[in-house]
Structures are given as C-alpha cells and as structure tokens.
C-alpha cells in the first residue's frame, strides 16, 4: 500500500516537535527529514496555518501549536480537568498579569493541558499541547515533589541555572514541599520565571499543577512572595473543585 509522502513528512513534524524539549529550526528539520529546507519550510507553513505548529514569537525556530492541545492526550483524563480549571485561570491571569496554566504529568514529562495567555504586550510563549521537563519548569517540579512520580531519569541543563546534580535535585523539591509551591528562576529559558503549586483531588493526589510565567523583568524576585500565595490559593480552589468532581 502506497503512502502520501508529503502527510507522512508532515506527521514526523508534528512528532519532532512534540518530543523536542526545545524549539527547533528549519535546518534541523529538514535534516531530520532528509528533505532540503525549502520543502521543509513548506510543510511547516501548511501546519502553520492549520494551527499544528507555531512559530516561538522570540526567534525563528517553531515549536508545537495550540490546535495539538485537542490532540496530544487531552483525553478523558485531561479534558475534564481542561473544562474545570480554564475559569480559574483567566481568574489566576487577571490577577497577576501573567500567562496561567495547568499541567499533569505525562511519557515522563510535564503537559500543558489548559493554558490563558496574558494580555500583556510582553510574554512568554504558551500554548496547549506542550511537553516540558520536568526538572526545570515550576509546572513540573510541582509534580515530581507533590506526586508519585519518579525523578527524571536525566536532569540536562537547558540554562547555566538549571539543576543539574541529583542529590541537589532532591534536596530541591524538599524545599519545595516545605514551602508549598515551585519555582523556576531562568531555570528552563533565559528571561523567564515562573512559579507553581499542586492541585490535588478528593483522594488527597496530586494529580495536576497550576502556575504562572512571566518574563523576568515583571516577575521580579521581590514579587515572588505575593504572586507565590496567590498561586498557592489558586491550587487549593482548584483542588476544591476537583474533590467536587470525578476527576483523578
């Protein structure tokens, strides 16, 4: 049985990005294709317009786009959580200005599954649909410190702050337990912080954080206490209405 090329090429695409813990260029993805760059530009505009990619606002790389939020495993489990939560972070948005987001844990990474951009004229890159470490974004070392999950088998430094050591790593979410919430401090990309807390169902698991990112030159360090307890707040409102629901 014969195969459509140019969909299968288009396909892999989609799975690169989807897997990649960074953006990626037209030159890495042609490689990967083994296609020459202007026929790789091409299926990458066509995804472009359907939603499937986007191109990262901060450079000429793409990355995973907002439609794969309906496609990469918002399922039964996640959709749900999708539908309860996007109120609440439009509320957790208005509030502290920054982009909000929700994510479970997913293939040993972290997924964005519900996510309100800010209104801001400067922010950071969002989308629904993303797969980010876990060792370095506030989302997921919430839910390496609060669930039942392993650590990440590799912890690979995306910045010069990034956690690197596994006893350090370790030590780290202990920190995060004491005081309730996670943060990343430029941790995963330059110029952005963000911080996260837990959400946890009727049964007491965490099954799910909420957070915030914004570039650093708004989410400034003396800022952290108050947005902090207003992430916080929003992971037990949360967590009340998931113990009022199925979910988990």
Known sequence: MSIIKSLSRGL??????????????????????????????????????????????????FIIGPKMGNLIKLTDE????????????????????????????????????????????LRVVSGEGRLIPNHCTAIGKTLIAFGEHPLPKE??????????SRNQFKLHLEQIRDRGFAMDDEEHEYGVRCMAAPVFNRSGKAVASIGISGPTVRVT????????????????????????????
């Open 78 to 121: 996640a959709a749900p959580l999708k539908r309860i939560s996007l109120p609440l972070l439009t509320k957790l948005m208005e509030q502290t200005g920054e982009n909000s987001h929700v994510a479970i844990y997913s293939r040993e990474k972290c997924l964005v599954v519900a996510d309100i951009e800010s209104t801001a004229q």
């Open 155 to 164: 912890l690979p430094a995306h910045t010069p702050r990034t956690i690197t």
């Open 221 to 248: 360090l003396d800022k952290v206490p108050e947005l902090s307890k207003i992430v916080m707040e929003a992971g037990k409102e949360l967590s009340a209405l998931l113990k009022q629901s199925d979910f988990g």
């Open 12 to 61: 892999t695409i989609i799975e690169l990005l989807a897997n990649s813990e960074t953006s990626m260029g037209v030159t890495e993805i042609s490689k990967k294709l083994d296609v020459d760059k202007s026929s790789a530009t091409r299926l990458i505009q066509t995804l472009i317009e359907h939603g499937f990619v986007m191109k990262d606002p901060d450079s000429r790389r």
